[in-house]
């Protein structure tokens, strides 16, 4: 796993405690020492943590700088790559995820993208992904290989082709690669199904589940079959969800798929990698293309506040399922009743992000 983001300098947990004992205990206390109303104490509160905060230096106090792609420390990450790559030391997982960081840092169509790419097929090569090495190779020279080290992805290109020809004269159902178009490898885990018929309108619930109202339980769910254990009835994608920071240079961060060894950067940052270009395109669409430049000092000074990082990642979801527009938004959920609706109403066959 790669290093965790956070800094307990910078913890945002415990600078507000130290705010609150420091400055703001003593200012609500000195302000409402006089006051008996709680909606006007609870008022009181609000106003006065809201004038400290106005003022605060936030950016001075946590050190936020903008997250930019820097080729030095693309060049630092790669150096560190080679030294656990060399026969003596021999970690290349370890040497992997150094190529991958490095792969992040790098300025798209640099030499030290090129390079970092060209280390990763080597990679590759000693594991035997033989489809994955030439992917690499391929990202490599997309990204202006150097010509004078241009032999040494011809000569390894050469070898692989050689390899995977005679492998498939061994195994003939293997498939040869096709240039371009490479796709990640599959998970290797099967996916759910459920047990049972599904709703009509909510394709993702077994019809056996109702939805039940009455004074014991209020609003519940029953089933009207007898499960067994291991039963599924219900599959039911995140409306967010967050890929930890440990894993951010070993797994999609849209599909969270494992698929270290061919993973692509997002061009706006050094925090998220991808697994296809599809999938880097739908997670900004969706939601990173606000949050792109202040991901990695989020995660920096979210401490052990994980939960903060999901709420980051929500309302960014919810911003983008409404282009932007604040007062639709707004408008949306001031005339929304929570009385009339429940996942039963709804049409999930066409329902949206916005749904």
């Known amino acids: 796993m790669s290093e965790k983001l956070s800094d307990d300098k910078c913890n945002v947990t415990k600078l507000f405690g130290e705010l609150w004992r420091e400055s703001l205990k003593q200012r609500i206390i000195e302000s409402t020492k006089d006051q008996q109303d709680k909606e006007k104490i609870a008022e009181i509160i609000k106003r006065e943590i809201d004038d400290f905060l106005r003022t605060f230096p936030f950016r001075d106090r946590f050190n936020l700088q903008p997250d930019a792609k820097d080729n030095a420390k693309a060049v630092a990450a790669r150096n560190c790559g080679n030294d656990l790559f060399t026969p003596l030391i021999g970690e290349y997982l370890e040497s992997l995820q150094h190529y991958n960081e490095s792969i992040a840092y790098s300025e798209p169509g640099s030499e030290a993208r090129a390079l970092a790419y060209g280390n990763r097929s080597a990679v590759c090569l000693k594991f035997g992904l033989y489809e994955e090495c030439l992917e690499n190779i391929r990202l490599a020279r997309a990204s202006k290989y150097p010509v004078r080290l241009a032999y040494k992805l011809k000569k390894r290109e050469q070898h692989v082709k050689r390899c995977i020809d005679k492998d498939a004269g061994v195994f003939p159902d293997r498939v040869k690669h096709t240039p ?5 490898r599959d998970s290797g885990h099967p996916a759910l199904k459920l047990s049972y018929e599904a709703h009509a309108n909510i394709p993702h619930l077994a019809k056996c589940v109702e939805l039940r109202q009455n004074k014991e339980f209020g609003r519940h769910l029953v089933t009207t079959q007898n499960l067994k254990a291991g039963d599924v009835f219900l599959i039911e994608k995140p409306y967010a969800n967050l890929l930890c920071d440990t894993e951010r240079y070993k797994r999609c ?14 061009e706006g940052c050094t925090v998220t990698m991808y697994c296809s270009e599809e999938c880097r395109d739908k997670a900004h669409k969706q939601y990173h293309r606000y949050e792109c430049g202040v991901l990695r ?15 980051l990642r929500t309302v960014a979801t919810a911003f983008a399922s409404f282009e932007q527009d604040l007062e639709g938004w707004n408008d949306h959920l001031n005339t929304l009743n929570e009385t009339n609706v429940n996942a039963f109403t709804m049409d999930w066959n066409n329902a949206t992000v916005r749904d």
């Open 180 to 184: 371009g178009k490479y796709r990640p």
């Open 297 to 311: 000092d989020c995660w920096r000074i979210v401490g052990l506040f994980v939960k903060g990082m999901v709420g």
């Open 253 to 266: 961060a849209f599909c969270q798929n494992e698929d270290r060894f061919t993973l692509i950067p997002c």
